[in-house]
């Protein structure tokens, strides 16, 4: 079974900076790509950001410039460092995994989510 846990999440001024967590554990062949989402209240899940396995990233263009993602291969670990945090920043974000498993398959995984809060 595989379970990914984030961690980071929290209160923060505008301005502000935060970095986020998310380790992958479990049965794993491979973990393709990783990432972030997040949804704030009223509003659909959107990708923040995600990376490769060979470290090629994405990001949404809401947070360029201000957020980067990166990964830990060893450890099995992405991380999301926010910086210039915005009130339009406050949301749960939910780490996910591109996983081939010892069937052959590849699937996404989730995380259950950390709340990030930016005030004004």
């Known amino acids: 079974q595989v379970r990914l846990v984030e961690s980071g999440g929290g209160l923060v001024q505008a301005g502000g900076s935060l970095r986020l967590s998310c380790a992958t554990s479990g049965i794993i062949v491979r973990i393709n790509a990783m990432g972030w989402y997040r949804q704030a209240p009223g509003n659909q899940r959107e990708l923040v950001a995600s990376i490769t396995s060979g470290g090629s990233t994405n990001y949404a263009e809401s947070v360029k410039g201000r957020v980067t993602v990166s990964r830990d291969n060893a450890k099995n670990t992405v991380y999301l460092q926010m910086n210039s945090l915005k009130p339009e920043d406050t949301a749960v974000y939910y780490c996910?995994?591109?996983?081939?498993?010892?069937?052959?398959?590849?699937?996404?995984?989730w995380g259950k989510g950390t709340l990030v809060t930016v005030s004004s």
């Open positions: 996910y995994s591109n996983i081939k498993g010892p069937i052959g398959y590849d699937m996404d995984y």
